[in-house]
């Protein structure tokens, strides 16, 4: 599968989650304090719960329900109770859009 466009960069709001679902997958999409766009799985892995609606801070996303961050970068989770991680998708910003491929994930290390 292409990486399909979601929006424009300038259409995300920094330190705010954006929920996109693309072919049934659900990905948080992040625009970070530092202007940098990030595209993570969107349920918990603590729970079932859209990390979407939870609270971005510089390269985190702490789920709202059960404060377990999530690092933006890696997809691990940096505070209990979640110890499993969150996948993170290939998104590239071609000419200032934003494309994400759901079956493309970074190795996380």
Do not use: Q
Request: aromatic letters at 6%; proline letters at 6%.
């Amino acid at each position: 599968m292409a990486a399909e466009l979601i929006c424009s960069v300038d259409d995300l709001t920094p330190n705010e989650a954006v929920r996109v679902v693309i072919d049934g997958v659900a990905i948080a999409l992040v625009k970070d304090s530092a202007g940098e766009c990030h595209a993570i799985g969107d349920t918990c892995t603590h729970g079932d719960i859209s990390l979407a609606e939870g609270f971005v801070e510089d390269e985190t996303l702490e789920c709202w329900a059960h404060g377990s961050k999530f690092s933006l970068v890696s997809g691990k989770p940096l505070t209990l109770p979640a110890f499993e991680p969150v996948p993170v998708y290939e998104l590239t910003i071609v000419d200032g859009e934003v494309y994400i491929d759901p079956t493309k994930t970074k190795e996380i290390v």
